[in-house]
């Protein structure tokens, strides 16, 4: 990020990367055979190659804890920007998917 950059191009940074690792960690926890699902989980591969790679090679759960981390502490920032830190900090950690 540029030095100078708005809150609002802040915002929308973290609105970008939010639903990145949303996504992601969504992907993780779906299994359904149901066809809507499974077009769901092509959409998410298709869009985010190299990390469903490295998710689907991982051996030991480390780039879901990653992604789930980075999801939490987005939400975090967010929430604590838009509602203040007391009540980013008693959803904390927000992994809802």
């Known amino acids: 990020m540029k030095k100078g ?34 077009q769901a989980r092509r959409r998410v591969k298709a869009k985010y190659q190299k990390e469903v790679h490295e998710l689907c090679s991982c051996t030991d759960n480390w780039v ?7 999801l939490a502490g987005i939400r975090l920032i967010q929430t604590a920007m838009s509602e203040g830190l007391t009540e980013a900090m008693e959803e904390f950690p927000l992994l809802d998917t």
């Not at 929308?12 to 359904?32: G, M, N, P």
């Not at 879901?64 to 980075?70: A, D, K, L, T, V």
């Open 5 to 38: 950059t708005t809150v609002k191009e802040t915002k929308s940074l973290l609105t970008d990367l939010e639903q990145k690792y949303f996504e992601l960690v969504w992907y993780a926890r779906s299994s359904s055979q149901e066809d809507e699902i499974k």
């Open 64 to 70: 879901h804890g990653y992604n789930s981390g980075m």
